[in-house]
């Protein structure tokens, strides 16, 4: 994506955000509450409009096709899949239902479908175990490995996570995130909006640092999770050797030697 600002009516929550997502990568978005990071997704989906949003500025490329152009379910046939904030399942529906639903507008034959569904069942076999259970009654990790379910259904080249890990015990968030390796894995790209910064830095390859709707910096997540400035921004990891250093007034103040912010 291109230089995309995004508003609703009034309020700014994107400026002219560029990002880049290298085909079977994982790339993590990082930053606070109300940083834009669900809005970026959004603007990827097409799901602006939906929100009272709009596109204001910039354009998003897939594959090497404009897609900031086409309707929502477009760009699902394009294949990119959503698995929105919230997880949005349909709980009085059954577990296969909404699986279902998630094929619809995909371009995939029947056979392909079936496939989907195979591969979905394999990656999550309480998702078979449960089928013809109504998804309302399933617990919240697995609701969202249900809305995870329902994405990877359309058969997607690039799945778009937002905050899998949100609500679960540290332990379902491991499994999430093991998921969401092995998805990868398959060879579907990965965009992952994330709050958990510690959980996104370890997945992806490259991350983007959103704040108050800007690019504050954007790298190598290798190298992100090790610099001692983001680890104190944004892993909330104490170092007391610069927090001793800073009191005095002695130490340097904090670079980042190959991170840089965009401007
Ligand atoms: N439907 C909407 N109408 C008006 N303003 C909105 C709407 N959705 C988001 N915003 C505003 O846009 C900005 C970015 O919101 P967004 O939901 O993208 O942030 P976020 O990074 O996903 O936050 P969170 O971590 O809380 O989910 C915020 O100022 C928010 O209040
Ligand atoms: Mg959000």
Redesign the pocket.
Known sequence: MRDISVG??P?R??RRVSLDLPEGTVVAVL??????????L?AVSRTLSF???ALTSGSVHFGGRRIDGLAADRVVAAGISQVP?GRQIFARMTVTDNLRAGALGATGSRAAKADALRRVHDLFPVLADRGAQRAGLLSGGEQQMLAVGRALMASPRLLLL??PSLGLAPLMAARIADTIREINAQGTSVLL?E?NAALALRLATTAYV?DV?EVALSGPADELAASDEVRRRYLGVVDEDAAADATRGTGAPPTLRRWEADR
Do not use: F, P
């Not at 930053?31 to 970026?40: D, R, V």
């Open positions: 609703y009516g309020v929550a994107l930053g606070g509450n109300g940083a834009g990071k669900s809005t970026l959004r929100q009272g949003g904030e937002d905050e909006v709050q959103l709707g």
